[in-house]
C-alpha cells in the first residue's frame, strides 16, 4: 500500500475512534461522578472484553470466508454507507440544518437520567451505571472496531489500523482522566465532518475496486494512479460537500442562504 | 425471537442508520456498477471513475431528497 493510503489509513482510523472515545468518555464520566465509578469501570471493562471477542471473530470470519476482491466490495460498501452518514450529519450541521453535537449537552443528559433512576443492585453494583456504561462504551466501540477491521482488512494493514486506534485510545483516557469531566473543548463538529470524507474517501476507493468480483478473473479492479486517486477522490468529496453546505438550506426552502458567512468547519460550542 | 429481532434491529440501525435513503443510494450506485463492470473487459481505466461518480450523484440526490421534506 502507497504512503498516502498508509497516512489516510492512520489518520482515518485515530480520528474516527478519537471521536468515538469522546463519546464513550462522556458517558463513563456521567455515570462515574453521579452514581458509582465502581460500577461504571466495571461496565466499561466487560464491554472491552466483549469488544474484543467480537472483533476476533469478525477479523477471522472475514479474513477467511471471502475472497479478496468480495471482501473489498462488501466491507467497502459497508464502509460507504457509514462513512455518507457522518458525511449527511457534517453538511446538515455546518449548513445549520442540523444542531451542533454538543458534548457538555450530552454529559448533562445522561447525568440526569441518572439521577432520577432506581438504584437496583446487582453483584454488588450499582445495576443501571454498570448497563449504561457498558452499553455505551460497547456500541460507540463497536464503531471503532468496525473501522478499523474495515480498514485494516482493505489496506492489508490490521496493525496499523489498530496503533491508531489505541492511540487515540490512550490520548482520550489520558485526557479525561486528567480534565475530569467530559472533552467539550474537542473539536467534535470538525472531527467529525473530516472523519466522515476519510470513510467516504476510502469506501468509494475500495467498494470499487472489490467490483472486479463481477469480471472474468474476479481480480480487483485498478483505479487509474492507483493510490494517488484517494486523493482525488478525498478533494472530490470535499468541494461536493462544501457545494451542499451551501445550497442544503436554500434547497430545504429557507428562503436564503445564512446571512452570516459559513465558516469553513462547523462551529464548536464554546 | 426477540434476541435475533434485537441483533438484527442493531445492525440495521449500525448500518443503515436514520436515513435509508444513504444505504439505498449507494447500493443503487454500486449495483449499476456491477452490472457495467461484467459487461466491461478488465483494465478499463474509465470504470472506476465514472462509478465514483454515480456513487457521488447517488448521495447528492438522497441528500436532495432529504433537506426537502
Given at each position: 500500500?502507497?504512503?498516502?493510503?498508509?497516512?489516510?489509513?492512520?489518520?482515518?482510523?485515530?480520528?474516527?475512534?478519537?471521536?468515538?472515545?469522546?463519546?464513550?468518555?462522556?458517558?463513563?464520566?456521567?455515570?462515574?461522578?453521579?452514581?458509582?465509578?465502581?460500577?461504571?469501570?466495571?461496565?466499561?471493562?466487560?464491554?472491552?472484553?466483549?469488544?474484543?471477542?467480537?472483533?476476533?471473530?469478525?477479523?477471522?470470519?472475514?479474513?477467511?470466508?471471502?475472497?479478496?476482491?468480495?471482501?473489498?466490495?462488501?466491507?467497502?460498501?459497508?464502509?460507504?454507507?457509514?462513512?455518507?452518514?457522518?458525511?449527511?450529519?457534517?453538511?446538515?450541521?455546518?449548513?445549520?440544518?442540523?444542531?451542533?453535537?454538543?458534548?457538555?449537552?450530552?454529559?448533562?443528559?445522561?447525568?440526569?437520567?441518572?439521577?432520577?433512576?432506581?438504584?437496583?443492585?446487582?453483584?454488588?453494583?450499582?445495576?443501571?451505571?454498570?448497563?449504561?456504561?457498558?452499553?455505551?462504551?460497547?456500541?460507540?466501540?463497536?464503531?471503532?472496531?468496525?473501522?478499523?477491521?474495515?480498514?485494516?482488512?482493505?489496506?492489508?494493514?490490521?496493525?496499523?489500523?489498530?496503533?491508531?486506534?489505541?492511540?487515540?485510545?490512550?490520548?482520550?483516557?489520558?485526557?479525561?482522566?486528567?480534565?475530569?469531566?467530559?472533552?467539550?473543548?474537542?473539536?467534535?463538529?470538525?472531527?467529525?465532518?473530516?472523519?466522515?470524507?476519510?470513510?467516504?474517501?476510502?469506501?468509494?476507493?475500495?467498494?470499487?475496486?472489490?467490483?472486479?468480483?463481477?469480471?472474468s478473473g474476479g481480480e480487483s479492479i485498478e483505479w487509474p494512479g492507483e493510490d494517488w486517486s484517494i486523493l482525488v477522490l478525498l478533494a472530490g468529496w470535499f468541494v461536493l460537500s462544501r457545494l451542499l453546505v451551501w445550497a442544503a438550506p436554500v434547497v430545504a426552502g429557507r428562503g436564503r442562504r445564512p446571512e452570516r458567512r459559513v465558516p469553513a468547519?462547523?462551529?464548536?460550542?464554546? | 425471537?426477540?434476541?435475533?429481532?434485537?441483533?438484527?434491529?442493531?445492525?440495521?440501525?449500525?448500518?443503515?442508520?436514520?436515513?435509508?435513503?444513504?444505504?439505498?443510494?449507494?447500493?443503487?450506485?454500486?449495483?449499476?456498477?456491477?452490472?457495467?463492470?461484467?459487461?466491461?473487459?478488465?483494465?478499463?481505466?474509465?470504470?472506476?471513475?465514472?462509478?465514483?461518480?454515480?456513487?457521488?450523484?447517488?448521495?447528492?440526490?438522497?441528500?436532495?431528497?432529504?433537506?426537502?421534506?
Amino acid at each position: 500500500m502507497g504512503s498516502s493510503a498508509t497516512w489516510g489509513l492512520l489518520t482515518a482510523t485515530f480520528t474516527a475512534s478519537f471521536v468515538e472515545f469522546v463519546e464513550a468518555l462522556t458517558i463513563v464520566l456521567a455515570m462515574g461522578m453521579t452514581r458509582s465509578w465502581r460500577a461504571a469501570l466495571a461496565g466499561t471493562a466487560a464491554a472491552v472484553v466483549g469488544l474484543v471477542g467480537f472483533t476476533a471473530v469478525a477479523g477471522y470470519a472475514l479474513i477467511n470466508w471471502l475472497p479478496e476482491s468480495a471482501l473489498q466490495l462488501g466491507i467497502g460498501t459497508l464502509l460507504l454507507i457509514f462513512g455518507l452518514q457522518w458525511l449527511r450529519k457534517a453538511i446538515l450541521r455546518s449548513s445549520g440544518l442540523k444542531a451542533l453535537h454538543d458534548e457538555e449537552e450530552e454529559f448533562r443528559e445522561q447525568a440526569e437520567a441518572a439521577r432520577r433512576a432506581g438504584d437496583e443492585q446487582k453483584l454488588g453494583l450499582d445495576w443501571f451505571a454498570f448497563v449504561v456504561s457498558f452499553k455505551g462504551v460497547f456500541l460507540e466501540g463497536v464503531e471503532v472496531v468496525f473501522i478499523v477491521i474495515t480498514f485494516g482488512l482493505n489496506a492489508d494493514n490490521v496493525g496499523l489500523a489498530a496503533g491508531g486506534a489505541a492511540a487515540a485510545g490512550v490520548i482520550v483516557l489520558s485526557a479525561g482522566a486528567i480534565a475530569h469531566r467530559p472533552l467539550a473543548r474537542v473539536p467534535e463538529n470538525t472531527l467529525k465532518y473530516a472523519v466522515g470524507l476519510l470513510l467516504a474517501t476510502f469506501g468509494t476507493f475500495w467498494a470499487v475496486e472489490g467490483l472486479g468480483v463481477f469480471q472474468s478473473g474476479g481480480e480487483s479492479i485498478e483505479w487509474p494512479g492507483e493510490d494517488w486517486s484517494i486523493l482525488v477522490l478525498l478533494a472530490g468529496w470535499f468541494v461536493l460537500s462544501r457545494l451542499l453546505v451551501w445550497a442544503a438550506p436554500v434547497v430545504a426552502g429557507r428562503g436564503r442562504r445564512p446571512e452570516r458567512r459559513v465558516p469553513a468547519v462547523a462551529e464548536e460550542p464554546s | 425471537m426477540n434476541i435475533v429481532r434485537g441483533i438484527g434491529r442493531f445492525w440495521y440501525d449500525f448500518i443503515v442508520g436514520d436515513d435509508w435513503k444513504i444505504a439505498a443510494a449507494v447500493v443503487t450506485a454500486l449495483a449499476i456498477g456491477a452490472l457495467i463492470a461484467a459487461g466491461t473487459a478488465t483494465g478499463a481505466s474509465w470504470l472506476p471513475p465514472l462509478v465514483g461518480a454515480l456513487v457521488v450523484v447517488a448521495f447528492t440526490v438522497s441528500l436532495v431528497v432529504d433537506v426537502r421534506r
